[in-house]
């Protein structure tokens, strides 16, 4: 059974970005990963809502932050760095989808963003969907109010 890929109705434009992105402090994206990564069948990508480049021990930290509360083992092949990030609304999504644009082409077309995104694989028994139903997904992770 081959699940229907997302098809983008539109896309954000900088301001909209900039607007849907307050009170955001980050989101994740977890997908199935290529077949040939057995031992590890989830490819997890954190948009940080920054653009600023953050230092190489606290890259470390997030990500291992991360897998400790998700319990996501055997991380690898890991990209940390700032990166252009575009938003893609559908119809059949309640939230717009984050996009990593790596083709020179997309970053010219599509408006986007700078954002951190630690991008990596890794397996973990949170995220069924992904793993089991072979489907994308991604949730954005709102800042708490601090009193």
């Not at 098809?7 to 992105?21: N, S, V």
Request: charge should be negative; hydrophobic fraction near 40%; aromatic fraction near 10%.
């Amino acid at each position: 059974m081959d699940a229907a890929s997302i098809t983008a109705d539109r896309y954000l434009d900088t301001f909209e970005i900039q607007e849907h992105l307050k009170n955001v402090e980050y989101i994740v994206m977890a997908t199935p990963a290529p077949e040939k990564y057995i031992q590890t069948p989830l490819h997890f990508t954190l948009f940080l809502n920054t653009a600023d480049n953050l230092p190489k021990e606290i890259q470390e930290a997030i990500l291992e932050k991360f897998c400790a509360d998700h319990n996501i083992t055997n991380p690898q092949e890991v990209l940390s760095q700032l990166m252009p990030v575009g938003f893609a609304i559908s119809k059949a999504q309640d939230t717009p989808m984050p996009m990593l644009l790596i083709k020179q082409q997309d970053r010219a077309a599509i408006p986007n963003v700078p954002m951190h995104v630690i991008d990596f694989l890794g397996d973990s028994d949170q995220f069924y969907e992904a793993k089991v139903k072979n489907l994308t997904g991604w949730s954005y992770i709102y800042e708490q109010d601090r009193a």
